[in-house]
């Protein structure tokens, strides 16, 4: 019984280890196929900062390596966020085997709606936020000042901003997890809203310039997509319920 279990557990752990191989491979494989127009991507990322500088304004590097490591970095990073299809299909892969049926259909549509909702966060970010904020800081300081933005600088700030806009509009997909999961309920969620609400305007007012309408356009959002959690947790709790009662 004892090797049974042994020899069970290290199937797992070899099917892990596969799993994570070919991850890992996917994101080598897109990186491979991609790096050669690293200074290209870098260049489309960059372009809602450079439309906003003076014409006779650049970015620079302050860094001898920076204009080598920035676009491959970028390249990377862009690379991981493509394979995060292919990532989580090998996770879901892992688990789906310990699953019910009716727990497979319900998680199914939940992991098909986290990958559009993550790459809808960074395309709102890029093309509504962003040239918001870059507006914002560009238009400000002293007018004898000359801006040159460094190509590092700005790269982290970007990659920053993608993933915060990715993971906070992942807000209905963990509402309709916490729900089903038993962890907390609408009704309860419902009663919070006031504090959700307050909440959301703070995380909001780190994220974003010192202005109303750039608040509010991260706030008003999520605040959405808290709503629309609510009213998916509903169909999500109303089966388990229905099959307890049973």
Same mark, same amino acid.
């Given at each position: !019984?004892?090797?049974?279990? #042994?020899?069970g @557990?290290? $199937?797992?752990l070899?099917? /892990?280890?596969?799993? +994570?191989?070919k &991850?890992?491979?996917?994101i080598l494989v897109? *990186?491979?196929?991609i790096v050669? *127009?690293?200074?290209?991507?870098y260049?489309?990322?960059?372009?809602? %900062?450079v439309?906003?500088?003076p014409?006779? $304004?650049?970015?620079?590097?302050?860094?001898?390596t920076?204009?080598?490591?920035?676009?491959f970095?970028?390249?990377l990073?862009v690379?991981?966020?493509?394979s995060?299809?292919?990532?989580?299909?090998?996770?879901?892969? @892992?688990?789906?085997?310990g699953?019910?049926q009716?727990?497979k259909?319900?998680l !199914?549509?939940?992991?098909? &709606? &986290?990958i559009?909702? @993550?790459?809808?966060?960074i395309a709102f970010?890029?093309?509504?936020?962003?040239?918001?904020?870059?507006? =914002?800081?560009?238009?400000?300081?002293?007018? !004898?000042?000359?801006?040159?933005?460094?190509?590092?600088s700005?790269l982290? =700030?970007?990659?920053k901003? =993608?993933?915060? =806009?990715?993971v906070?509009?992942?807000?209905?997909?963990?509402?309709?997890? /916490?729900c089903?999961?038993?962890?907390?309920?609408?009704? &309860?969620?419902k009663?919070?809203?006031?504090?959700?609400?307050?909440?959301?305007f703070v995380? $909001? !007012? *780190?994220l974003?310039?010192?202005?109303?309408?750039s608040?509010?356009? +991260?706030?008003?959002?999520m %605040?959405l997509?808290?709503?629309?959690g +609510?009213?998916?947790?509903? @169909?999500?709790t109303?089966?388990?319920? #229905?099959?307890?009662e049973e």
């Amino acid at each position: !019984m004892v090797e049974e279990v #042994k020899s069970g @557990f290290v $199937a797992y752990l070899i099917e /892990l280890r596969d799993r +994570l191989i070919k &991850s890992l491979l996917s994101i080598l494989v897109i *990186f491979i196929a991609i790096v050669y *127009f690293s200074n290209d991507i870098y260049a489309f990322v960059a372009q809602p %900062l450079v439309s906003h500088l003076p014409s006779t $304004a650049t970015m620079i590097a302050t860094d001898v390596t920076a204009p080598f490591f920035a676009p491959f970095k970028l390249t990377l990073f862009v690379a991981l966020f493509a394979s995060i299809p292919w990532i989580l299909h090998q996770i879901w892969g @892992f688990i789906a085997p310990g699953l019910y049926q009716h727990e497979k259909k319900m998680l !199914m549509p939940i992991l098909a &709606s &986290s990958i559009i909702l @993550f790459y809808g966060g960074i395309a709102f970010c890029y093309f509504v936020v962003l040239p918001i904020i870059l507006g =914002f800081f560009t238009s400000t300081g002293p007018e !004898m000042m000359t801006l040159a933005p460094d190509i590092s600088s700005y790269l982290g =700030f970007v990659l920053k901003l =993608f993933f915060a =806009f990715g993971v906070a509009f992942e807000i209905p997909v963990a509402i309709m997890l /916490l729900c089903w999961s038993g962890a907390t309920t609408t009704k &309860s969620l419902k009663e919070k809203r006031p504090y959700i609400v307050v909440g959301v305007f703070v995380v $909001a !007012m *780190f994220l974003t310039p010192p202005d109303v309408l750039s608040q509010t356009l +991260l706030a008003f959002p999520m %605040l959405l997509l808290f709503e629309l959690g +609510l009213i998916l947790a509903k @169909f999500y709790t109303a089966k388990p319920q #229905k099959e307890s009662e049973e």
